[in-house]
């Protein structure tokens, strides 16, 4: 089976957004086996037990609108820490467990890295120079430091996202505006007689 060159051309980028998204899974791959959560502080002292606490809400039944477990209670789904909506965290609803805690931010960050690679690419950058832009993002201490304050997770990946949609969206304009300009000087040009003198267009031919 032989791909168009279309599609040959871009296999190698998508062989790259892809690896970069798995890294971080890869690496922690053992942490993933074992159901552990491999940060400390605020991820199991208070998003995994808010994640957990949601979980049980709803296997009884209920909507988990209302945290009972701190003083007198407080919102459960309006609050952003929770993130009981966003949903790349609805599988730990089902299932409470480590491993839905912890594959989920790995999946972000190492989209994080793709995404970056892909917006450079969308911008014009050769291979190489995107490749390079997607390590940094996963190599770089932010990315994983971010980790350690769950919901960070939940918004970092998608700056390089928005970044390309707004090249694309912005190369869609100066295409559309370059075509109707394009169409409109083709429009003239018929208009021209071979004299240079113009000619009404009106569609009826003069005896």
């Known amino acids: 089976m032989t791909l168009r060159p279309h599609a ?3 296999r190698p980028d998508r062989l790259l957004f892809a690896a970069l998204l798995v890294l971080p899974s890869l690496l922690m791959a053992r942490a993933l086996t074992r159901g552990a959560i491999p940060d400390f502080m605020d991820p199991v002292m208070y ?3 808010l994640r957990v606490h949601a979980a049980r809400i709803l296997a009884a039944g209920e909507w988990p609108l209302w945290n009972r477990c701190l003083m007198g209670g407080m919102p459960l789904l309006e609050n ?36 970056t690679a892909w ?6 950058a050769g291979r190489w120079p995107a490749a390079w832009a997607g390590a940094v993002a996963l190599a770089g201490g932010y990315g994983w ?4 304050f769950g919901n960070f997770m939940n918004v970092l990946p998608w700056w390089p996202l928005w970044l390309g949609a ?8 100066f295409e559309i505006r370059n075509s109707k300009q394009i169409q409109n000087s083709n429009d003239k040009k ?7 003198v113009g000619l009404p267009h009106s569609g009826k031919s003069e005896i």
């Open 8 to 10: 040959a051309r871009r």
């Open 47 to 49: 998003f995994f037990p």
């Open 80 to 115: 952003p820490q929770a993130a009981v909506l966003y949903p790349l965290n609805w599988p730990s609803l089902l299932w409470p467990t480590g491993f839905w805690f912890t594959f989920p931010q790995l999946f972000q960050l190492g989209l994080y890295a793709a995404l």
């Open 119 to 124: 917006a450079l690419r969308r911008l014009g």
């Open 145 to 148: 430091s971010r980790l350690q």
């Open 166 to 173: 707004a090249h694309l969206y912005v190369n869609s304009k």
């Open 190 to 196: 018929e208009e021209i007689s071979p004299d240079g």
